[in-house]
T-cell receptor, first 115, second 115 residues
Framework: GEDVEQSLFLSVREGDSSVINCTYTDSSSTYLYWYKQEPGAGLQLLTYIFSNMDMKQDQRLTVLLNKKDKHLSLRIADTQTGDSAIYFCAETVYAGGTSYGKLTFGQGTILTVHP | DAGVIQSPRHEVTEMGQEVTLRCKPI?????LFWYRQTMMRGLELLIY????????DSGMPEDRFSAKMPNASFSTLKIQPSEPRDSAVYFCASSLEGGGTHEQFFGPGTRLTVL
């Protein structure tokens, strides 16, 4: 079955790095995602990683994937107050020639950045 | 592109009334998803459609909830009769399935309050 777990809260000081962690259970996951939700808005895709990769870097964002431990992390360098939001980890499964497109989301991590 | 459009943005109704939420997906997308977000349960997938056909409605809470997608550019989620526990933010998302990354684009949500 599919299950995605995240810690609920993270508080950091402006300028520090933030690391948000996620664990998942489905070893057949093909893509893993990080979505960001700002107050009063829908979710927006931040970045994703394909399951045959270990790391992906995109400007201030670094995604690390440990498939053995089924652990995904998102590191935000030089965290700014504008990064305060809820961050969701999600996975999808590509099963036997069928691209389902269904995502399983974690419960979200509330990131608070203090000046 | 205008993105995913949802209406209304806010809805306040009384228990027992019928509520209809509307969604216009991004033009050209072939999958559409309805989610519900609450503090207690996080983000829940209610139902999703592919090429206007319901694929998975296992997340629909009960018979009071129904969803339709009469054409590729419009979907509705109906609650009849509504109850206070239905109060939540309802998101619609769309994606283009078929060889891509399954990125889902979210609408701004409808905040439903049932008194």
């Amino acid at each position: 079955g599919e299950d995605v777990e995240q810690s609920l809260f993270l508080s950091v000081r402006e300028g520090d790095s933030s690391v948000i962690n996620c664990t998942y259970t489905d070893s057949s996951s093909t893509y893993l995602y990080w979505y960001k939700q700002e107050p009063g808005a829908g979710l927006q895709l931040l970045t994703y990683i394909f399951s045959n990769m270990d790391m992906k870097q995109d400007q201030r964002l670094t995604v690390l994937l440990n498939k053995k431990d089924k652990h995904l992390s998102l590191r935000i360098a030089d965290t700014q107050t504008g990064d305060s939001a809820i961050y969701f980890c999600a996975e999808t499964v590509y099963a036997g020639g069928t691209s389902y497109g269904k995502l399983t989301f974690g419960q979200g991590t509330i990131l608070t950045v203090h000046p | 592109d205008a993105g995913v459009i949802q209406s209304p943005r806010h809805e306040v109704t009384e228990m027992g009334q019928e509520v209809t939420l509307r969604c216009k997906p991004i033009s050209g997308h072939n999958s559409l998803f309805w989610y519900r977000q609450t503090m207690m349960r996080g983000l829940e997938l209610l139902i999703y459609f592919n090429n206007n056909v319901p694929i998975d409605d296992s997340g629909m809470p009960e018979d009071r909830f129904s969803a339709k997608m009469p054409n590729a550019s419009f979907s509705t989620l109906k609650i009849q009769p509504s109850e206070p526990r239905d109060s939540a933010v309802y998101f619609c998302a769309s994606s283009l399935e078929g060889g891509g990354t399954h990125e889902q684009f979210f609408g701004p949500g409808t905040r439903l309050t049932v008194l």
